[in-house]
């Protein structure tokens, strides 16, 4: 193998040469899915595999060409030089895991949620800035085609007034023992509506209920409930119970609605006209300028790309990493979902009664990272 001098201090010996090193941590399947892509990326060199299961990263190890493997991330780092960890582990590791790789002075991917909650989140966020590391939340449905669109539509004004909001996401697994549905599904659906709605993922106040029909300690099936500023309702359902996998969003507009599905094959984004007569006109302080896109129809379908939107997540991580970008949108995304999160399971302590939360406030990451955090006042009744 080939040697390279340990640089703990930035990580930086090798962010110039051709392809990167990268070690993922955890090998279950998204740890495996994330190592088959970093594997096929011409940014990357997949340099080591590392879970506490010895069997599993062997056999991911094995299925992707030998790369050596490890029980300890401490042990890797001691062993192998990399430029960067990607980290798919439980929850209750990410935190341990990715405040090692940082203050390594490795380059960071996580899995979504970025931490087990919002102050841990703070600090990762707040060790990356002091390393001058990236630290980056893996948003693959993000680089989607049809969820960049939902973007373009809803930030255009396009859809008129936002009426209302509802997003499902189902699984049948109950694999995952240490965190809640909350924690399991949530997350992608959380940072999903963050971005469409380009970071206005804020409100004053979150509901949530939940259930565990089967006794398992933890819920399994939830509902969660908030308002956008302009009062619209936004409903999160997510279940790890049912029959079958789903994962939608519909918004609704004055003028157009949008449908999302990620699981079907080929074009996963619908757009309807709103029928005017029956929907109810009302003034948003954001969507003001209806019409600025034309769109039914303009270019055809939107198609579907799972792994090529993982392959973009890849080359985008390695173009931060390259130009040594702290990637402060990217961080805040992944706290204001904490933050939503947190205040979700304080609401479920309070059998469903409306939860304040703390999300990050404007894009300032710098304001951020040293520890100023501000409660949105954006929404009121």
Not at 136 to 162: H, R, T
Not at 194 to 221: I, K
Not at 300 to 326: K, L, N, T
Request: hydrophobic letters at 40%; glycine letters at 10%.
């Amino acid at each position: 193998m080939e040697a390279f001098a340990k640089d703990f201090s930035h990580g930086r010996d090798r962010v110039n040469a051709d392809r990167l090193r990268i070690a993922v941590v955890g090998a279950g399947s998204r740890g495996a899915g994330m190592a088959e892509t970093l594997q096929a990326s011409p940014d990357w060199d997949l340099a080591a595999i590392c879970d506490v299961d010895s069997r599993r990263a062997g056999t991911v190890s094995e299925k992707l060409g030998g790369a050596p493997w490890f029980e300890a991330i401490d042990e890797l780092l001691d062993s192998v030089e990399v430029d960067a960890v990607a980290i798919a582990t439980p929850l209750r590791a990410l935190f341990g895991t990715g405040m090692t790789a940082l203050r390594a002075g490795k380059h960071v991917l996580v899995e979504q949620p970025l931490a087990d909650s919002l102050e841990r989140g703070q600090e990762m966020a707040a060790e990356a800035d002091a390393r001058g590391v990236v630290l980056m939340a893996n948003k693959a449905q993000c680089f989607e085609p049809a969820v960049q669109k939902m973007q373009k539509l809803v930030g255009s004004g396009s859809l008129g007034d936002i009426l209302f909001v509802e997003a499902v996401r189902t699984e049948s697994n109950l694999a995952r023992t240490d965190r809640d549905v909350f924690w399991d599904l949530a997350p992608d659906s959380l940072a999903l509506l963050d971005y469409v709605f380009a970071g206005r993922l804020n409100p004053q106040g979150v509901s949530a209920l939940g259930g565990d029909p089967l006794g398992t300690g933890r819920d399994c099936v939830g509902h969660v409930i908030f308002r956008l500023p302009n009062d619209a309702t936004v409903h999160l359902h997510v279940n790890n119970l049912s029959r079958v996998k789903s994962h939608q969003l519909v918004i609704a507009g004055s003028q157009l609605v949008l449908v999302w599905d990620a699981t079907l094959p080929q074009e996963q984004l619908a757009i309807f006209d709103s029928d005017s007569s029956t929907q109810q006109r009302r003034r948003s302080p954001y969507w003001t300028e209806p019409g600025a896109l034309q769109v039914p129809g303009e270019d055809g379908q939107v198609p579907a790309f799972g792994q090529e939107a993982r392959d973009r997540v890849a080359a985008e991580f390695a173009r931060r990493v390259r130009g040594h970008q702290r990637a402060p949108s990217t961080n805040t995304s992944g706290l204001r979902v904490l933050g939503m999160l947190e205040a979700v399971s304080r609401s479920r302590g309070l059998e469903g009664q409306a939860s304040s939360i703390h999300v990050p406030g404007p894009e300032d990451y710098q304001q951020q990272a040293a520890g100023s955090w501000l409660e949105s006042v954006l929404w009121s009744r």
